[in-house]
């Protein structure tokens, strides 16, 4: 059960990859814009404008947080039904081979 454990958690990382890389290059973005928001206003980063920016853009960062939290999810759920459905078809299997010998 233990290599089904890495199979599992192999499919897992697999599965969320294309997310890890969206917040990533999410994170990337912000970084860039934070930037030029600072270059453009100067020190007075307090400014509406940026202020409302920076809301935004926050605001987007969480909703693909909350994103990338829901699919996680989604995929643990589906990983641990798939390993239920495989122990059932192990014991499918055993039992036909079972009754075919008798």
Do not use: W
Request: aromatic content about 4%.
């Amino acid at each position: 059960m233990a290599a089904d454990d890495g199979c599992a958690k192999a499919a897992l990382d697999e599965a969320l990859k294309p997310f890890q890389e969206r917040a990533s290059e999410a994170e990337i973005r912000i970084v860039k814009l934070e930037a030029l928001l600072y270059n453009q206003d100067g020190l007075n980063s307090g400014s509406e404008a940026s202020s409302s920016a920076m809301k935004d853009l926050q605001s987007k960062l969480d909703s693909v947080s909350a994103e990338y939290l829901t699919e996680k999810e989604k995929n643990k759920k589906l990983i641990m039904e798939n390993e239920k459905l495989q122990y059932r078809i192990t014991h499918l299997i055993r039992a036909v081979r079972e009754a075919e010998s008798r």
